[in-house]
């Protein structure tokens, strides 16, 4: 049973930056893709980024593209947004995701957080 539990979200204004992050309470896939989704009040849930660590690769989409960055610590399983430059439209519910297939930008992650309130003023 894969659990994920996302951490880091606040309020911060415009232009600051925040950091998040996604602790898995376990790994039982050789190689899985974990990416970071958000969904903003009366809009639908968007990705935000992605990695697959079988071929080590990394998906970032182009509302963020530039200024959010997702890394992963092997040792600590843990996951991380780097949110800069914040933007007002950037408020949403921050949840990260995990599959063992490579499921890039989709939105048909298996397992899911309960996800973390970013609020940019």
């Known amino acids: 049973h894969v659990q994920l539990v996302e951490s880091g979200g606040g309020s911060v204004q415009a232009g600051g930056s925040l950091r998040l992050s996604c602790e898995i309470s376990?790994?039982?896939?050789?190689?899985?893709?974990m990416g970071w989704f958000r969904q903003a009040p009366g809009k639908e849930r968007e990705a935000v980024a992605a990695?697959?660590?079988?071929?080590?690769?990394?998906y970032v989409a182009d509302s963020v593209k530039g200024r959010f960055a997702i890394s992963e610590d092997n040792a600590k399983n843990v996951l991380y947004l780097q949110m800069n430059s914040l933007k007002p439209e950037d408020t949403a519910m921050y949840y990260c995701?995990?599959?063992?297939?490579?499921?890039?930008?989709?939105?048909?992650?298996?397992?899911w957080g309960r996800g973390t309130q970013v609020t940019v003023s």
């Open positions: 995701a995990a599959d063992p297939l490579n499921r890039k930008l989709r939105d048909d992650y298996n397992y």
């Open positions: 376990l790994y039982i896939y050789s190689s899985y893709c």
């Open positions: 990695h697959y660590t079988g071929t080590a690769t990394t």
